[in-house]
């Protein structure tokens, strides 16, 4: 039998891209916050010493980390595909007995690939 620690997921799917790409640009716009927020701390706060060397550096580095940021998407989280049938132990080798009429009625429905391209009349 097979168990998992986690509940069975409806779908592996991964998040969709629209999704994806709004939190991508919710991330991209967050750090150019914060370089914009670095560009001004640089100029206002006086006097100048150390920290304005910091802050310069954010207002520099900041724009490339955010394009590497924004540009990775998905690919990296992966997940693999979840069986959403789980297996059932049998039960041990006996005659095969009638179902009962009090017993629902299973439906397994499978699907096959198509074999034949499907016909196009508009051309």
């Known amino acids: ?4 620690p986690r509940a069975q997921s409806a779908t592996s799917l991964p998040q969709a891209p ?3 790409a709004g939190s991508r640009f919710a991330k ?3 750090m150019m916050g914060i370089r ?4 001004i701390a640089m100029a206002v706060v006086t006097p100048y010493g150390w920290y304005t060397f910091v802050f310069a550096a954010g ?7 955010a394009v590497i940021v924004a540009n990775v998407g998905q690919d990296a989280d992966v ?6 049938e789980r297996m059932i132990e049998s039960a041990p080798a006996s005659p095969a007995a009638a179902p009962a ?3 629902p009625t299973v439906i397994r429905i499978v699907e096959t690939p198509r074999l034949e ?3 196009d009349d508009r051309s």
């Open 101 to 103: 009429a009090d017993a």
């Open 117 to 119: 391209q499907p016909r």
């Open 28 to 30: 991209y716009m967050v």
């Open 79 to 84: 997940s693999p595909a979840v069986n959403p």
């Open 1 to 4: 039998m097979k168990t998992s």
């Open 59 to 65: 207002a520099i580095f900041l724009p490339y980390l």
């Open 18 to 20: 629209r999704d994806d």
């Open 36 to 39: 914009i927020a670095c560009f």
